[in-house]
């Protein structure tokens, strides 16, 4: 069963960044297409970015195009979102995923691809 651990949240000022980590265990990691997705409170689950196993891809919700980085080390078994300029509606429970493990390099933009899940961490962005 994979396990997935992110870490990296906090309280933050309008314009500032953070950088989220998930740390994935008991897995190939580099088998993984990995997502990050957000809830805020009253609202659905979104997708924020998204990459391939082997990083060759990635793709970004427009409220985060320009701000937002997807990244991995599959050697680390870690993928990271660093989030610049952040806004506070930025503000929510960030929560990384992963897909099933295939041969495909691709890149799954919506939360029906994942079947692993992190517990989440708490992102405020304060004005």
């Known amino acids: 069963q994979v396990q997935l651990v992110e870490s990296g949240g906090g309280l933050v000022q309008a314009g500032g960044s953070l950088r989220l980590s998930c740390a994935a265990f008991?897995?190939?990691?580099?088998?993984?297409?990995m997502g990050w997705f957000r809830q805020a409170p009253g609202k659905e689950r979104e997708a924020v970015a998204a990459?391939?196993?082997?990083?060759?891809?990635?793709y970004y919700s427009d409220s985060v195009k320009g701000r937002f980085t997807i990244s991995r080390d599959n050697a680390k078994n870690t993928v990271y979102l660093q989030m610049n300029s952040l806004k506070p509606e930025d503000t929510a429970v960030y929560s990384c995923?992963?897909?099933?493990?295939?041969?495909?390099?691709?890149?799954?933009?919506?939360?029906?691809?994942?079947?692993?899940w992190g517990q989440g961490t708490q992102v405020t962005v304060s004005s």
């Open positions: 995923a992963a897909s099933l493990p295939s041969n495909s390099e691709r890149v799954y933009p919506t939360d029906r691809s994942y079947n692993y």
């Open positions: 008991k897995c190939t990691f580099s088998s993984y297409a």
């Open positions: 990459i391939s196993k082997l990083g060759g891809y990635t």
